[in-house]
């Protein structure tokens, strides 16, 4: 590639559409995000750079990995926001969770240890091996007992894009609202996931954004990924139809 045809792929850098981050693992020592607080610290600058005024943590919940709890959240999330109030770094930062869809996450639910997004949204997680068991009665009784479910990156189960996308028209018309990953428009996965995600923009089925963001190396993309013409052509498509600043509000 010559350096101008490099040049000429970038542009200012554009700031997130967005100025609430739904999923993200910012919280210290609970998952495979953040190790630690000063590095969680770190992000949440980084995040503020991109435009980002206000977030809601979301660890991983799941049985085999992160059987995360209350217990174990909270004091992470109070450690975060000590640090954040030490250093003067004014930013409201909260946590719900990513909820891998197994038993555990549905014995917590039961049992009422699962903190909701305000006004009962709640971030579900396929398995990236296979669709849950009776996933749409699952999200259907979400909706009854009063949930409000959206379906994490759901760009990036291969068993969707590469064998069943129909599944994506199915889910969504059925009221499951859809989470795409910043990381996936800037292809950090794949340029399979990057092609889904634009597709279903397209669509018209992308209700929230959320950066996903984990580590330094995730920082990076999104910094190269604003710079990009892409990251202007898709905050365009964007534009006027993502929830994410107004999940607070009934």
């Known amino acids: 590639m010559s350096l101008f045809s490099f040049l000429s792929k970038k542009s200012e850098p554009a700031k997130l559409p967005v100025k609430t981050d739904i999923h993200c693992h910012i919280l210290p020592g609970v998952d495979d995000g953040?190790?630690?607080?000063?590095?969680?610290?770190?992000?949440?600058?980084?995040?503020?750079?991109?435009?980002?005024?206000r977030i809601i943590a979301t660890p991983h919940i799941t049985e085999a990995s992160f059987p995360n709890s209350p217990e174990t959240l909270d004091p992470a999330l109070d450690e975060l926001l000590d640090a954040l109030k030490s250093r003067g770094i004014d930013i409201p930062v909260s946590r719900a969770s990513e909820n891998r869809i197994d038993d555990y996450f549905r014995e917590q639910l039961k049992g009422g240890f699962i903190t909701t997004f305000p006004n009962n949204y709640i971030l579900v997680e396929n398995s990236f091996i296979q669709e849950p068991w009776q996933l749409d009665r699952f999200l259907f009784d979400l909706k009854i007992q009063g949930y409000?479910?959206?379906?994490?990156?759901?760009?990036?189960?291969?068993?969707?894009?590469?064998?069943?996308?129909?599944?994506?028209?199915?889910?969504?018309?059925a009221g499951t609202?859809?989470?795409?990953?910043?990381?996936?428009?800037?292809?950090?996965?794949?340029?399979?996931?990057?092609?889904?995600?634009?597709?279903?923009?397209?669509?018209?089925y992308v209700d929230f954004l959320g950066t996903d963001l984990h580590n330094f190396r995730h920082a990076d993309i999104i910094d190269d990924y604003l710079t990009t013409k892409d990251a202007h052509r898709h905050f365009a498509m964007l534009e006027g139809k993502l929830l994410n600043d107004t999940v607070l509000n009934p």
Not at 153 to 170: A, G, I, L, N
Not at 177 to 197: D, M, P, T
């Open 148 to 173: 409000r479910p959206i379906l994490a990156h759901p760009e990036r189960y291969f068993y969707y894009f590469e064998e069943h996308p129909e599944r994506y028209d199915q889910l969504h018309h």
């Open 177 to 204: 609202l859809f989470q795409i990953n910043v990381l996936s428009l800037a292809g950090a996965y794949s340029k399979k996931e990057k092609r889904v995600a634009e597709k279903l923009i397209e669509k018209g």
């Open 34 to 53: 953040s190790p630690d607080v000063e590095t969680s610290v770190a992000l949440v600058e980084r995040q503020r750079s991109w435009g980002i005024e």
